[in-house]
């Protein structure tokens, strides 16, 4: 059973449209990570949320940490077809990270 | 170079076979991490430990063992392996509370 539950699974949009992806879980975490990876490749951690209402910038990227600290939202203006990649979503708790399916984005040139 | 080394990258074995998956960080960091992924599950932890010596249980440790005698090195060995076992397998180093370092993973095919 996954903790934490990631939508869309697979996104493809066209370069510079936005896209958000959305990670939800019923459980509470001490902070909540993002990482991007691309084929053949480790995942590459791109934010840390803590603090529940918490945003932060990444250049284009936006990401949300939800009052209740159980669910995050990933946003991307403008993507770029270097943003294509799977990124995944991971709630840390006693020391351990716990990861989303991960959701597939595909930015069309 | 500092950083997570995994080797091997690519393995074919065959069922009931032992096989050991080696990981190596040069950054001392306390804490090292086992995960297999595999299409539609993501990232699943199958083992990890806090310092040497110290290991524990994660998702599905079912079928692998694990030892931690340096804080260095944490290999993974599937004891009888078998096709379900077939997967990407990645180690990570972490300090307590912050980022997770992957390597770069190994593919484990087993026929």
């Not at chain 1, 510079?16 to 959305?22: M, P, Q, R």
């Not at chain 2, 010596?53 to 060995?77: A, Q, W």
Request: glycine share 10%.
């Amino acid at each position: 059973t996954q903790l934490l539950e990631q939508s869309p699974q697979f996104l493809s949009i066209q370069e510079g449209e936005n896209l958000t992806v959305y990670c939800n879980s019923s459980s509470v975490f001490s902070s909540l990570q993002w990482y991007r990876q691309e084929p053949g490749e480790g995942p590459v951690l791109l934010v840390t949320v803590v603090t529940g209402g918490e945003v932060k910038k990444l250049k284009r990227l936006t990401f949300q940490f939800g009052d209740a600290r159980k669910d995050s939202s990933l946003h991307i203006t403008a993507a770029q077809p270097g943003d294509t990649g799977l990124y995944l979503c991971a709630g840390e708790g006693d020391y351990k990270l716990s990861f989303g399916a991960g959701t597939t984005v595909t930015v069309r040139a | 170079d500092a950083g997570i080394t995994q080797s091997p990258r690519y393995k074919i074995t065959e069922t009931g076979r032992q096989v050991t998956l080696m990981c190596h960080q040069t950054w001392s960091h306390s804490y090292m991490f086992w995960y297999r992924q595999d299409l539609g599950h993501g990232l699943r932890l199958i083992y990890y430990s806090a310092a040497a010596d110290i290991t524990d249980k994660g998702e599905v440790p079912d079928g692998y063992v694990v030892s931690r005698s340096k804080t260095e090195n944490f290999p993974l060995t599937l004891e009888s392996a078998t096709r379900s076992q077939t997967s990407v397998y990645f180690c990570a180093s972490t300090r307590a509370n912050t980022e997770a370092f992957f390597g770069q993973g190994t593919r484990l095919t087993v026929v």
